[in-house]
């Protein structure tokens, strides 16, 4: 089984910058891709930024120059460094992690969320 614990979420004033967490823990053989994706109320989840083994990065325009996704692979953890926040950036964030199973079968995975506020 493998689980995404995210943390990082809050409060933040327009302009100003946090960091999300996701750390993968269980049993996998490899990770294949790490993404974050956000939910506005309202609104359908859309991908916010994603990151492969290799280093390849993708973002979303609406983020991009602002969001910058990165890796700790020792520690299997993701983070999303989010600066000059909009309150538009308001949602739940999810991470996701692309997973070669111990099976060797191809495993995606959620996270439970977290919140980010954006106000003043």
């Known amino acids: 089984q493998v689980q995404l614990v995210e943390s990082g979420g809050g409060l933040v004033q327009p302009g100003g910058s946090l960091r999300l967490s996701c750390v993968a823990s269980?049993?996998?053989?490899?990770?294949?891709?790490m993404a974050w994706y956000r939910q506005a109320p309202g609104k359908e989840r859309e991908l916010v930024a994603s990151?492969?083994?290799?280093?390849?990065?993708h973002y979303a325009n609406s983020v991009k120059d602002r969001f910058t996704i990165s890796t700790d692979n020792a520690k299997y953890t993701v983070y999303l460094q989010m600066n000059s926040l909009k309150p538009e950036d308001t949602a739940v964030y999810y991470c996701n992690g692309q997973f070669q199973a111990i099976s060797w079968r191809y495993l995606e995975v959620w996270g439970q969320g977290t919140l980010v506020t954006v106000s003043s």
């Open positions: 269980g049993s996998f053989r490899s990770i294949n891709a």
């Open positions: 990151i492969r083994s290799g280093g390849t990065t």
